[in-house]
């Protein structure tokens, strides 16, 4: 007998693909199993057994007066002489026999044959190998979608994933915490998962974006005493599943070969039913235990007609209703099955019961070939699609990654990162992570936080904890914050640094930091600098000191003048953006330094003669070429610093005798060619720098700034210096490198002070051995090139060396 299990290659699939039968795909792989073991049943019987036998059939005598003789014939060659009637002088013993035919087995044997091929009907002969035939074709269409290349894949692929999915403790874990344990433990429990579940569920909350002053879940922070549960290797096994699922999700959506596949052999599987009910029911009739046969065989066999019995009609006969009555089974499934593909929306996939049921609201929903398979998934059980929407889930996976930060930045790994920054605050920078670690918490000693391109920041809570943070700075950050964080923030920052390329990165809770002193901001303001746009109100900021703005105003923002009555310095670096109607510094009535750099001037602005409590001015990066309005610095008696540098300055105006408080003027990268001896009664001078010019001549009043300490003539055209110069005695740096000079005095021993010399790029032969009275000068302060330097005195070149 042939065994039913050389057909299982026909049906066979992956153990794991079970997920992907639903109900009736597994009902009718009984039923045909059910066929099968029929048409298996009838092909063995046909093989083992005889098909039909056959006798010859007696032919009776016609009444027929014309042809006696052939009768006469017939009866001598087919009807045997009676047996004589017994008598008592003859008594007869009657044997009983059947009537002779001598033909031989071979002949019998060939009257079968020819009477099987000729007489019975096709049905009663193929049956079973049509029960065959359609119950493989039947198998091949329910599992055709499995082996087709183009659809294979895509499902090896989803159940592979499903599986690690299913499996993980990340998937325990997020569903424990939002879900409650004991939930989760009903589910295992009837899934036979005999899984320990040691994760406590997380604290409640409610989440918002940056764009909102709502508060935000604790649950998101990683709650440090299940931190344990989930090690270093398993989280980034669900870090690299998070990705799986977001480039299967990608190419899965695209297309959907899946349901088109599925929807095609489940019509082909209904048609086929309704053709094998058509022509069975037609014909199941003819399968008929006697046969009548007639051959023209009679020159071989010596007869004509005969009579056959078909041994199989009657089992043949019962096997059929039963095998109808399994089809008919089997095409009403199949009827169920087409129902349910087009009755629901196959390619379209919602989420909803699981939002609804675990609190992870941001699950997307899914469609196409994506949605077919969750489908089919939750014929299975619908417990698969809940734990793989756990790595659909954004929230899921930023909680992850925030887990799998705390396990990479511990305490002791982020105070070897801690300096102290231009502030001299003890700063923690952190650059381009995955966001911010929950461990940053526990550094208490933290005074500044610098956080730098770290999309979806969170700040919690327990920012609460760092008593002594002063200052933050955001640069290409996306922040989210909790409301307590926020409350923490309004008290207790001072310095605010946020750098952005859109404005909607600026944080809107930045507004309200009550207690903020330092704000700076660098970025674009503008898509189109033609255009303003300007920030919202600062008027919040009652404590706001210093503002800083880096970007492409083409004005003032209003913001900015909210805050006017208070603001003591202001800096604006608008990147080569023409800044036009500067009115409104009028009102900055207590502004004491004022920085407008880059900003396209042509003239120092009027506005500025108005700031009478201004200490410190730059004007760096502009265009001025005429300083004439200098003039007019005389009216504020506070002015100490002028920064005019890196403009196009042809000449010094003699007006600057005026402006008798300047303590550090600069004209470094200018194009002045004249130095009017007006500028040196300016005497408190004790910074001056006139490097980067064409002067070609230092006047000798120079001699007067008695409290000069810093002087640069460096990259000009000076030829020689004038012995004033060295009255100079608080002279601490002296830069005239890059010049032409070829001596150098030997008065420059007066400036016992002097503790940086430049000389490099001159003319000098030798360098005057009465630098060794200039005490305060080292070798590391003195620029000069290493011959020039030994033509010193060998003690004088020993004391510089010394510390």
Known sequence: ??????????????????????????????????????????????????????????????????????????????????????????????????????????????????????????????????????????????????????????????????GKCFDSPWTTR????????????????????????????????????????????????????????????????????????????????????????????????????????????????????????????????????????????????????????????????????????????LREYSFEYVRQETGIDDIPDVKNDFAFMLHMIDQYDPLYSKRFAVFLSEVSENKLKQLNLNNEWTPDKLRQKLQTNAHNRLELPLIMLSGLPDTVFEITELQSLKLEIIKNVMIPATIAQLDNLQELSLHQCSVKIHSAALSFLKENLKVLSVKFDDMRELPPWMYGLRNLEELYLVGSLSHDISKNVTLESLRDLKSL???????????????VVDVSSHLQKMCIHNDGTKLVMLNNLKKMTNLTELELVHCDLERIPHAVFSLLSLQELDLKENNLKSIEEIVSFQHLRKLTVLKLW??????IPEHIKKLTSLERLSFSHNKIEVLPSHLFLCNKIRYLDLSYNDIRFIPPEIGVLQSLQYFSITCNKVESLPDELYFCKKLK???????????????????????????????????????????????????????????????????????
């Open 733 to 803: 740096t002296l830069k005239i490198g890059k010049n032409s000079l070829s001596v150098l005095s030997p008065k420059i021993g007066n400036l016992l002070f002097l503790s940086y010399l430049d000389v490099k790029g001159n003319h000098f032969e030798i360098l005057p051995p009465e630098l060794g009275d200039c005490r305060a000068l080292k070798r590391a302060g003195l620029v000069v090139e290493d011959a020039l330097f030994e033509t010193l005195p060998s003690d004088v070149r020993e004391q510089m060396k010394t510390e």
């Open 545 to 559: 000191k210093i503002l800083s703005i880096k970007s492409n105003v083409s004005k003032i923002p209003q913001a």
């Open 1 to 162: 007998m042939i065994p039913v299990t050389e057909f299982r290659q026909f049906s066979e699939q992956q153990p794991a693909f079970r997920v992907l039968k639903p109900w009736w795909d597994v009902f009718t792989d009984y039923l045909s199993v059910a066929m099968l073991m029929i048409g298996v049943f009838g092909c063995t019987l046909q093989v083992m057994q005889d098909k039909i036998i056959c006798l010859p059939k007696r032919v009776q005598p016609a009444q027929n007066h014309s042809s006696l003789s052939n009768i006469s014939q017939a009866v001598a060659s087919t009807t045997p002489l009676p047996p004589p009637k017994p008598s008592p002088a003859n008594p007869i013993t009657v044997e009983m026999k059947g009537l002779k035919t001598d033909l031989d087995l071979q002949q019998y044997s060939f009257i079968n044959q020819m009477c099987y091929e000729r007489a019975l009907h096709w049905y009663a002969k193929y049956f079973p190998y049509l029960v065959l035939i359609h119950t493989l074709v039947f198998m091949l269409c329910s599992n055709f979608w499995f082996k087709f290349p183009g659809s294979s894949s895509k499902i090896e692929h989803f159940i592979s994933i499903l």
């Open 646 to 651: 890196h403009n196009s300055i042809t000449y």
């Open 174 to 345: 997020a569903l424990s915490e939002v879900s409650g344990e004991d939930s989760e433990e009903k589910d295992n429990r009837k899934n036979n998962m005999n899984r320990s579940n040691t994760i406590q569920s997380g604290p409640e909350g409610s989440l918002v974006n940056s764009q909102s002053l709502k508060s935000i879940p604790e649950k998101f922070v990683v709650d440090k005493s299940t931190a344990g549960a989930l090690d270093k290797k398993e989280g980034e096994q669900a870090k690299a599943l998070f990705e799986k699922v977001k480039k299967f999700r990608l190419h899965v959506e695209e297309g959907d070969i899946l349901y088109a596949m599925y929807v095609r052999q489940t019509v082909l599987k209904v048609i086929k039913f309704l053709i094998i009910i058509a022509y069975n029911s037609a014909l199941v009739s003819k399968v008929q235990f006697t046969v009548d046969c007639n051959v023209d065989i009679q020159d071989m066999t010596g007869y004509k007609n005969f009579s056959c019995n078909h041994t199989m009609a009657h089992l043949f006969s019962k096997l059929s209703f039963c095998y109808l009555c399994f089809v008919s089974i089997y095409g009403l499934t199949c009827l169920y099955t087409l129902y349910w593909l087009f009755y629901r929306s």
